[in-house]
């Protein structure tokens, strides 16, 4: 009977994963509400205690999120929009360089005859058959709009959707509680409150590494005099998440940009070390102030959980990739322990080898 409730168990989850992966276009905003849920349950619970009910505090959560959201586009997104344009003027600026510059050292030395005017000139010869394959391309992507309206209502209904769970928080996980078999359920709760502990410390302390290098990019890149240094040094830090991709990108266009900007050498060596403070400060200060070792997951592991996340859910997976795999790192650790604790494992462990090896005489 038991072993028959297991396989029960073990059907229903499959069952689960399969629907979910089924359920992937329209689940971003669920997602999404329930990370918002997740993240801000701690402020709205501290408002109870002030006697403020939760629908009110909850509404002054969202209030306060949306006048930080407000007050940051207008602060920041003219600033971002400029250098954006800046940079991409810096692709055009460098193809002329290497023009100039570079394929005439290769021409001359390997007995070469490259010219890149020659392929931007094929190229526009072509850009009208590029322009309609990458809108035929588009088509297949969007489907006829429904991709685009698709998104814009992921991106209404994440508010609304994160609203109501944050303000029924309580009262849900009460329910999920309810519905634990009553010999389990202590166990199940431990397990979900040491999940909450790996998985809430590391959701938080990542987004505070992450923004923490991406101001420490951003005011490096502008004193070391990069025009464009707030979106490279943002772009290096939110990517950071991901080992080693985030410097690899902002390394990269950060040295391009501040060539073409300069067209010197010595700069970039600002650059290497803008990166070079901030990798230290991620590692030494950064890391181990907000995130210490509550994840535990080789570097590794973590491109394969974020890729996997990206393939099977989209952005918000991969936000939710790593997260995901805390509570799995829990769940292991639990599973490791009970084999090792299975009369299975110990009668393994006694049990002498097939072959053993001849005696020295």
Same mark, same amino acid.
């Given at each position: 009977?038991?072993?028959?409730m ?15 992966? &089924? ?23 501290r ?11 909850t509404?002054?959560?969202? /209030? ?8 940051a ?6 600033a ?23 394929v005439p ?12 005017? &020659?392929?931007?000139? &094929? ?31 992921? $991106? ?8 109501? /769970? ?65 979106v ?13 991709l985030g ?27 803008? /990166?070079?403070i ?32 990206? $393939?099977?859910?989209? /952005? ?20 490791? $322990?009970?084999?090792? $604790? ?20």
């Open positions: 009977m038991a072993l028959s297991r396989w029960l168990w073990v059907a229903g989850l499959l069952l689960l994963g399969y629907l979910l992966y &089924l359920l992937a276009p329209i689940l971003t905003p669920f997602f999404a509400g329930i990370v918002l849920a997740y993240l801000f349950d701690p402020l709205v619970t408002l109870t205690h002030w006697r403020i009910g939760r629908t009110v505090g509404t002054l959560v969202f /209030f306060g999120l949306s006048l930080l959201l407000v007050l586009v207008l602060a920041l997104v003219p971002i929009v400029d250098q954006a344009v800046k940079l991409v003027r810096v692709v055009p600026a460098l193809m002329a360089r290497l023009q100039t510059q570079l050292m290769i021409n001359e030395h390997l007995g070469m005859n490259l010219d890149l005017n &020659l392929l931007t000139q &094929l190229s526009m010869q072509h850009a009208q058959e590029i322009g309609s394959v990458i809108a035929k391309s588009a088509r297949v992507v969007f489907g006829n709009g429904t991709g685009v309206v698709l998104a814009l209502a992921n $991106a209404l209904l994440i508010p609304v959707i994160g609203f109501y /769970f944050l303000r029924d928080w309580p009262l849900m996980l009460e329910r999920v509680r309810g519905l634990l078999p009553r010999s389990q359920e202590a166990r199940w709760v431990g397990l979900a409150q040491e999940s909450n502990t790996v998985m809430g410390g590391f959701l938080r302390g990542q987004l505070a590494v992450m923004l923490a290098n991406g101001v420490t990019y951003s005011i490096g890149l502008t004193f070391a005099g990069l025009d464009t240094g707030i490279i040094g943002m772009t290096a830090g939110m990517l950071s998440f991901v080992p080693y410097n690899i990108i902002g390394i990269t266009m950060a040295l391009i940009a501040m060539y073409i900007q300069t067209g010197e050498w010595t700069p970039l060596l600002w650059v290497l070390l803008v /990166f070079g901030g990798q230290t400060l991620e590692s030494v200060v950064w890391q181990p102030r907000f995130v210490g070792e509550r994840i535990g997951l080789h570097p590794v592991a973590v491109i394969f959980a974020v890729m996997a996340g990206g $393939a099977l859910f989209g /952005f918000f997976g991969v936000l939710l990739a790593l997260p995901v795999s805390a509570i799995l790192v829990v769940l292991g650790r639990h599973a490791l $322990a009970q084999y090792r $604790a299975s009369d299975w494992y110990r009668d393994a462990s006694n049990t002498p080898p097939l072959h053993s090896p001849p005696r020295d005489s």
